[in-house]
């Protein structure tokens, strides 16, 4: 079974902090995706990330930046830095290969304070 | 550049009553087309999905049902809501499979069913 753990409800940082939003999955495929998607206020999910089971290379885009190890079964997103556009509910999600649904966590709400 | 359009954007609608949702897609053919909820701290739930005109999948048992009639429309029904139909609804599409691709989503729609 597909599952995706995000501890974190909600979380404040005052602006220019560094914050870490944790996901942890859980599945029994040796193949999968992982994902990253921000909902902003307005409601409509932006993709942020897609990460293949073979790659477990960290990546950084600017100020975001991902760390995945299999070996503990996370997909950590950091962002340093963090600004008040930052301000959303990120969600962590995972699918099989070649499946046609994406298993979403429960989200974590991130609050930058000015 | 291909665009998703999803209305209306929040309805408020008595118990008992029917609905319809309706998705658009512009600048792309053949896209997987996706229906999912979210309901408050539960993350999103995939509902159904198409991978053709009049082919649907439906992922969760429900009073709900969704119907492609054209390549890039997605219509999300019912001919009785219940309250627990309440909550965010999502329009998405993916050029191929979701678990390879990103999804890209709608702005969504708040259902209110009182």
């Known amino acids: 079974a597909q599952k995706v753990t995000q501890a974190q409800t909600e979380i404040s940082v005052v602006e220019k902090e560094d914050v870490t939003l944790d996901c942890v999955y859980e599945?029994?495929?040796?193949?999968?995706?992982l994902f990253w998607y921000k909902q902003p206020p307005s409601g409509e999910l932006v993709f942020l990330i897609r990460?293949?089971?073979?790659?477990?290379q960290n990546e950084i885009s600017g100020r975001y930046s991902w760390n995945f190890q299999k070996s503990t079964s996370s997909f950590n997103f950091t962002i340093t830095a963090s600004q008040v556009v930052d301000s959303a509910v990120y969600f962590c999600a995972l699918s099989q290969t070649g499946a046609n649904n994406l298993f979403f966590g429960t989200g974590t709400r991130l609050t930058v304070i000015p | 550049s291909q665009t998703i359009h999803q209305w209306p954007a929040t309805l408020v609608q008595p118990v008992g009553s029917p609905l319809s949702l309706e998705c658009t897609v512009e600048?792309?053919?053949?896209?997987?087309l996706y229906w999912y909820r979210q309901a408050a701290g539960r993350g999103l739930q995939l509902l159904f999905y198409s991978v053709g005109i009049g082919q649907i999948s439906s992922e969760v048992p429900q009073n709900l049902s969704a119907s492609r009639p054209q390549d890039r429309q997605f219509i999300l029904s019912s001919k009785k809501l219940l309250l627990s139909d309440s909550g965010f609804y999502l329009c998405?599409?993916?050029?191929?499979?979701?678990?390879?691709?990103?999804?890209?989503f709608g702005e969504g729609s708040r259902l209110t069913v009182l």
């Open positions: 998405a599409w993916s050029p191929g499979l979701a678990g390879v691709g990103e999804l890209f």
């Open positions: 990460r293949n089971s073979f790659d477990e």
């Open positions: 599945t029994r495929d040796t193949t999968y995706y």
């Open positions: 600048g792309t053919s053949n896209p997987n």
